[in-house]
């Protein structure tokens, strides 16, 4: 049998043959009349029940009002359904209010939140879109981030990384981006708190597109992952906060606190908290490698390793359009 030509076979996965179709043209299931308003939202559940759920919420809020007034930082980690879920309105409310210093999210989050921006709307239904080869290929997204990607890239020495290139290139072209005062990403970098995302390469739809530039891709998360690594240096009495992001938040983090300790930085005593839908049940009895809840890796790099020293993890199982909210209520318009 001859041998192939691997070499030759990638020939055939040229990116610049790769069509793209206008986002104009796209059904979104996401829109900017889906964004919640803080103050005016009523979560579908009544608070008085969520709490009695979860007895240690109230201990969690003072952790973090605590960490306020010490100033020390809160940390906020996010997967992409935190956006499509409408409450950006609600971590710029926490943003301005002194609650978040530092927010972290996967190349979803970025996305999501970018095309927020420009276009009012997000989210595709990607069933129907993956059959015919549609699926992520929207030249608008993926060519303007990649854009802003590779910019900030030629400037490292700016240190701009992939969250502030995003943010300048936002800020350089205003008349595409109309609703920028929903975008997460905009008004952290107006805020001037550090917004970054971390990434995996090829999981994220703008890596599809034929102008991606993989060397911008990763140099410019680097840099966002030494800015994490610098507020984790910090964590000593702040609070770190983990919303729906089941692999790439957990694995960051872990990574960044053992860099942080390994470079002397006192990082011991600290909270941790982690809001998914999945019920771990006891998660402070989890101890085997027979139960499969051991596995989760929130539980194990967020709510367990990390307070190993003298800090203390919690695990809330409650949606995030109801936990976002009763925190913003508990944290900035206590009763």
Known sequence: MKKKNFKGNLLEFDFARIRTFSVQDRKNLVTRKNI??????????????????NPEFEELAERIRQAKRKHRPIIWSLGGHVIKA???????????????QHLAGNGAVSIHDFELAYLGGTSEDVTS???????????????????????????RSQRLGYGESLAVYIDKHPKRFPYRDISVLYQGYQCGIPVTFHIALGTDIIHQHPNVDFSALGGTAGIDFKKYCESVTQLEGGVFLNFGSAVIGPEVFLKALSIARNLGFKVKKFTTANFDLLDLGNYRTINGHNIYHYYYRPWKNIVSRPVS???????????HKVSIPLLYQKLITPT
């Open 36 to 53: 919640l308003i803080p103050k005016k939202y009523r979560t579908p559940v009544e608070n008085s029940l969520v709490l009695s759920q």
């Open 86 to 100: 409408g409450l950006s309105r609600y971590l710029i409310e926490l943003m301005k209010s002194g609650f978040v």
């Open 309 to 319: 020293l003298g800090g203390k993890g919690f695990h809330f199982s409650i949606d």
């Open 129 to 155: 879109a993956l059959e015919d080869g549609s699926f992520g290929m929207w030249e608008e997204t993926g060519r303007w981030m990649n854009q802003a990607i590779r910019n900030g890239w030629l400037k």
